[in-house]
């Protein structure tokens, strides 16, 4: 697909998130996609992840920052299709001017009620085992958030400054 075509992501918007190191993308996914989410989501929390890797439970502490689950997309053909969706593969292709993407993984990041913790400032690229500079997250929000409930934040260009140590 040619990206000036793309109704996704034109160049105007490539030139921002390489200028910036984000994007904010809405016309990847339906309002009825993140309710279907945010419903899977809330019956996996409620009986269990069978097929994920559960990454909680460890560390107390630090899981007043999140809880951690991993490949949810084994848990079920239903989920399985939010995140291979083309469009979003589609977008990453074309924000990494790539002939082609591939999935590292999903990654549900769990924020606990009431006594819990900010996320640190990160880059998320020492976290993962790879060199690619193309690499990005898709980070997608299944409650209405803001600065008070803990949307996520950017500091733009600071892709650039290279990739730091991890930060916890
Ligand atoms: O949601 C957050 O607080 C942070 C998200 C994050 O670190 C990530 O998506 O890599």
Known sequence: MNAAKSPLVDQEKIRFYEENGFLRLEECLT???????????????????????????RNPEYDK???????????????RRHVFNPRLAEAARLLSRSRAVRLWHDHLLIK?????????????????????E???S?????????ERNGTIMFIPGSHRVGRLPPST
């Open 65 to 79: 920052v999140f809880h951690q689950v991993v490949n949810v997309w084994r848990e079920s053909e239903d989920f």
């Open 134 to 136: 193309g690499a990005l």
């Open 138 to 146: 898709c980070w997608i929000p299944l409650q209405d958030v803001d």
């Open 112 to 132: 606990p009620p009431k006594d819990s913790k900010p996320t640190t400032w990160h880059q998320d690229l020492p976290y993962w085992p790879m060199r690619e």
């Open 31 to 57: 309002s009825e996609d993140v309710e279907d989410l945010r419903n899977l989501v809330e019956r996996y929390v409620k009986s269990g992840f069978k097929r994920a890797i559960v990454q909680y439970g």
